[in-house]
């Protein structure tokens, strides 16, 4: 039996019906040259003899004493974790995004390991897709798209067992026991935290305080403005999806300075502030986004691994250059003061400072008064083109958490040459989501046009087109 961490144990402490806390993945293949329509049926029969899950795919979550642990699942069953379905005629990615909205609304089941696969069939050509569920106790973005990375490989011709079967080394479940350390050793290891943890949590508070007269560049909790994003939640999902070459973001920051994270969050905020114009919603003030911060480069450690900061999307400045440009300076200064904090100390810092949410969630005041606007997550994936037994991957999609007050989350992911942008949002909160890609389309052109870089080629540019058509209902 394995401890969560108390940062793990918060996902599983504020799940509701309303507000699930699982993230997911969408990865969709192409079966290899010559395959017939047996292929996806072979995968599944191959799978299907890995009966047994390793950890953390083998742990259901138990509560004792009033904490929560993970305990391995002696009645595990393959079948109730592995699915097979089909999408209804025509089958496009408007059907696939469907049913992904569907499956990514309901909860997963407390009794048995937080996790599900879907492999999803009926895509034109033969194409297929992967719906990977697991709760944010369980892993958190990051690990989950290397997990995902590590059931693949770049080789066509290997095959690989399922991700159940896979052990993952970086997770704290799979990590190798060790003698326990005597008590000096608790104890100087408890000194050494909280050496850390005490300035993390007074520099989240003064945050908090000051952010009624801070100026300048710094994006503060409370300085977010009401927004229709900022309400609370029904349990119902629409999901939306579109990938973008990374190349066009690569030049937009090579022209003004700026790195592709923030260029991201540019277009973000264009696409933003145009859902909100078109509905006569927009604020004076900026929407301010919060943006996780991955801490897996500075340990070994598994689980989640997050610090956070706070950045305004200057969603009031029509100029898209001067708009890139104030983004830039919110998160240089809030990346400059995350830098010179230690590990745990970034932790405290980004936990403290977010946990007026929990009160303004139960209160109801988070509604007009919000702490941030939105979650805007870029995650890191894979560099080279990967396979799945043979299927070569096209395209991966982040499908993550909206909560109450904050309706929408966008999840970015790299794969190949390619960025994957993933929203998700309350059905009822956000109407007309779908939108939002046409939107983000109109983001990156405008960044374009305003420095004058020059067209993509007409190949490339009919192939962005037919992709943007590409929505969910």
């Given at each position: 039996m394995h401890a969560l961490s108390p940062t793990d144990s918060a996902f599983l402490w504020m799940e509701t019906r309303s507000q699930p806390m699982h993230v997911a993945g969408l990865n969709i293949f192409t079966p290899p040259h010559g395959s017939g329509p047996e292929f996806v049926h072979q995968l599944l029969a191959e799978w299907s003899q890995h009966v047994k899950a390793v950890a953390p795919f083998n742990l259901r979550p138990v509560l004792r004493?009033?904490?929560?642990?993970?305990?391995?699942?002696?009645?595990?069953?393959?079948?109730?974790?592995?699915?097979?379905?089909?999408?209804?005629?025509?089958?496009?990615?408007?059907e696939l995004l469907a049913m992904v909205s569907r499956l990514h609304a309901n909860l997963l089941d407390r009794n048995r390991p937080l996790w599900e696969i879907h492999v999803i069939e009926g895509l034109p050509g033969g194409r297929f897709a992967v719906y990977n569920k697991m709760h944010h106790a369980l892993i958190d973005g990051v690990t989950g798209a290397r997990m995902a990375a590590n059931s693949m490989s770049d080789n066509p011709s290997e095959l690989k067992a399922p991700l159940w079967a896979l052990p993952f080394k970086h997770h704290p479940t799979a990590q190798r026991k060790t003698a326990a350390p005597g008590l000096l050793e608790q104890l100087a290891s408890l000194a050494k935290a909280g050496k850390e943890i005490l300035p993390g949590v007074g520099s989240g508070l003064w945050d908090i305080v000051r952010s009624a007269y801070?100026?300048?560049?710094?994006?503060?909790?409370?300085?977010?403005?009401?927004?229709?994003?900022?309400?609370?939640?029904?349990?119902?999902?629409?999901?939306?999806?579109?990938?973008?070459?990374?190349?066009?973001?690569?030049?937009?920051?090579?022209?003004?300075?700026?790195?592709?994270?923030?260029?991201?969050?540019?277009?973000?905020?264009?696409?933003?502030r145009e859902y909100l114009l078109v509905q006569n919603k927009l604020p004076k003030k900026p929407l301010i986004a919060m943006v996780p911060v991955s801490l897996h480069g500075e340990t070994s450690a598994g689980g989640n691994q997050v610090s956070l900061l706070l950045a305004s999307l200057a969603t009031d400045v029509a100029d898209p250059l001067k708009r890139l440009q104030r983004i830039v300076e919110s998160t240089t200064e809030?990346?400059?003061?995350?830098?010179?904090?230690?590990?745990?100390?970034?932790?405290?810092?980004?936990?403290?400072?977010?946990?007026?949410?929990?009160?303004?969630?139960?209160?109801?005041?988070?509604?007009?008064?919000?702490?941030?606007?939105?979650?805007?997550?870029?995650?890191?994936?894979?560099?080279?083109?990967?396979?799945?037994?043979?299927?070569?991957?096209?395209?991966?999609?982040?499908?993550?958490?909206?909560?109450?007050?904050?309706?929408?989350?966008?999840?970015?992911?790299?794969?190949?040459?390619?960025?994957?942008?993933?929203?998700?949002?309350?059905?009822?909160?956000?109407?007309?989501?779908?939108?939002?890609?046409?939107?983000?389309?109109?983001?990156?052109?405008?960044?374009?046009?305003?420095?004058?870089?020059?067209?993509?080629?007409?190949?490339?540019?009919?192939?962005a087109r037919k992709t943007v058509r590409k929505k969910a209902p």
């Open positions: 004493m009033g904490l929560w642990h993970w305990e391995e699942d002696k009645e595990f069953e393959l079948d109730y974790h592995l699915r097979h379905l089909a999408l209804p005629q025509p089958g496009r990615i408007r801070a100026e300048g560049a710094t994006a503060l909790p409370f300085q977010a403005p009401p927004t229709p994003f900022n309400v609370e939640i029904s349990g119902s999902r629409r999901f939306a999806s579109q990938s973008y070459s990374l190349s066009r973001f690569k030049r937009i920051g090579e022209a003004t300075g700026a790195t592709v994270n923030d260029v991201t969050l540019a277009i973000c905020a264009g696409a933003l809030a990346k400059n003061r995350l830098t010179k904090m230690p590990r745990l100390q970034k932790m405290a810092h980004g936990i403290t400072s977010i946990a007026p949410l929990g009160a303004g969630i139960v209160t109801g005041t988070a509604e007009k008064h919000p702490l941030f606007n939105l979650v805007i997550s870029n995650v890191p994936g894979a560099r080279e083109t990967l396979y799945l037994n043979g299927a070569r991957l096209d395209e991966v999609y982040p499908v993550s958490i909206p909560t109450h007050y904050l309706a929408l989350n966008i999840t970015i992911s790299g794969y190949a040459d390619n960025l994957g942008f993933g929203y998700i949002a309350c059905r009822r909160s956000v109407p007309a989501l779908q939108r939002m890609l046409d939107y983000t389309h109109n983001a990156i052109e405008e960044l374009e046009a305003a420095l004058g870089l020059e067209e993509p080629k007409p190949k490339a540019r009919k192939a």
